[in-house]
Nanobody, 119 residues
């Protein structure tokens, strides 16, 4: 079973920044496209950013220009740099795989990391 461990969340004021990390326990991590997802209270989980195995990022309109996804295949880690945060970015953030820019998963999810943006 794949384990995903997200970290880096916290409480930040609007306009601030956070950097999320996700370590994936899969030895062939480098071949997978990866994504960052978020789920706000009372809402469905949404895919906000994906990165191909080759390092190309794609973003949801709601975060484009503010968030940057990256990966370090040597460390089996995917990152999400979040700048100019808004209260509507408040959610639990998860990482998992993506397939051709669409949601997917390894059959399991991590606990996520809480991001709270105050106005």
């Amino acid at each position: 079973q794949v384990q995903l461990v997200e970290s880096g969340g916290g409480l930040v004021q609007a306009g601030g920044s956070l950097r999320l990390s996700c370590v994936v326990s899969r030895s062939i991590f480098s071949i997978y496209d990866m994504g960052w997802y978020r789920q706000a209270p009372g809402k469905q989980r949404e895919l906000v950013a994906t990165i191909t195995s080759g390092g190309s990022g794609v973003y949801a309109d709601s975060v484009k220009g503010r968030f940057t996804i990256s990966r370090d295949n040597r460390k089996n880690t995917v990152y999400l740099q979040m700048n100019t945060l808004k209260p509507e970015d408040t959610a639990v953030y998860y990482c998992n795989k993506a397939v051709r820019g669409r949601p997917a998963d390894f059959g399991s999810w991590g606990h996520g990391t809480q991001v709270t943006v105050s106005s």
